[in-house]
């Protein structure tokens, strides 16, 4: 029966993966590069910001660094899944508006395989784009006027299967290897106005991308006295050439003359996923609270771009920059056995967080995209009933705040719900 049900969580963690790649963002920032790069966290580090580097327990799932995977214990089984939604407010020139959204977030599964060893399968989005709006222009001292459209939508994913394992008492390192996927379609519509006649310009880009991402982890784990455990993690991702091409479409009409100009151009090899690392440290006292902070850092300033110039498309080194993140968090639980006896309230984890990071793209004449500060704070809430107690319905907020200088200021509020089944399915059962 286990490995029925153990197969079954696996088809439906891949199944998954035809909602992961279509998630959604309102932003339209994600006209940008690959879009809004998504949040990877789960229900049990989303509270916290974010934090992974260091994070290390045989109870949850943590992708982000695959060198925790060997923390598993010889009898779990263990299921994570998460949607959430939010609401945004766009805010530019003096006027407001509000947006909701609703997305599937994540979906992983971990288990032991042999001693020291912990397998994890799963799928995550990696970035989204989906936008819409509208913008005018009207010259002085002209009877010249332009709308501009700009509308977008896709997103990319991937699909991990990952391994961790325990090298030496204490140190363990990891890897996931993950399937790439993902594509979008973004257009420009231009329509110029002037006296009896109308010009119209339509450019439309698309991209299809299908290929591997590598992700290696590392974690070192020591005793500093009888109360104190100190992790630290260390990740890596290999950046490569996706192999996928970009193409552009222009269609170019003009009311007066009822002339209709057609141009298609296609760059090759055209995508880039960059290097990168990030480097943390987690704290655990007496079990009870966890404290910890990350860094990372994305080489996107040496990836090459499309880019439209004009009537031209060329891939270009000033289109993206560098990403930098910081994060920092905390998780607090009253009694750590508190469930051994039924205390329900004790036995809670109280989280809190906070991120910033720093633009990945550049989004006109040089100027930097928005930075993005998040606040967070959630709970993970035991699941009890009469043979399981190891389950978590985790339940976390968030507030993050995006804007640049002179473009649209964003502020969302997310809602964040994510069920951790933490099953003991390999434990032999005695009967007298």
Known sequence: MNKRLFATILTGVFALSGIAQVSKTLSPYSMYGLGVMADQSQGFNRGMGGLSAGLRSGTMVNMQNPASYSAVDSLSMIFDFGVSGQITNFKEGGISMNRKSADFDYATALFRVMPKMGVSVGVVPYSNVGYSFTTTEILSNSTLASLMTYSGTGGFSQAYLGVG????????????????????????????????????????YQAKVSSYKLDFGAQGQFALNRDNVLTVGATFGLGHKLGAQADMFILNTDSETAAVDTAEVTLSNAFELPMSF??????????????????????????????????SYVMSNSVLRNRHKITIGADWIPEPNAMVRRSFFKSIHYKVGASYATPYYYIRDGEKGPHEFALTAGFSIPIINSWNNRSLLNISAQWVNSQTPNFIKENSFRVNIGLTFNERWFAKWKVD
């Not at 399937?179 to 329509?191: L, M, P, Q, T, V």
């Not at 079990?287 to 080489?299: C, I, M, P, Q």
């Open 278 to 311: 990030g480097i943390g440290a987690a704290l655990v006292h007496k079990k009870r609270l966890t404290v910890g902070a990350d860094y990372s850092f994305e080489n996107w300033g040496s990836v090459s771009f499309p880019h439209s110039i004009n009537n």
């Open 165 to 204: 394992y325990e090298l030496f008492k204490g140190i363990s390192v990891g890897a996931n290897f993950s399937y790439f996927w993902g594509n979008y379609e973004k257009s420009i519509g231009i329509a110029a106005l002037k006296e009896s006649h109308m010009n119209v310009m339509l450019k439309s």
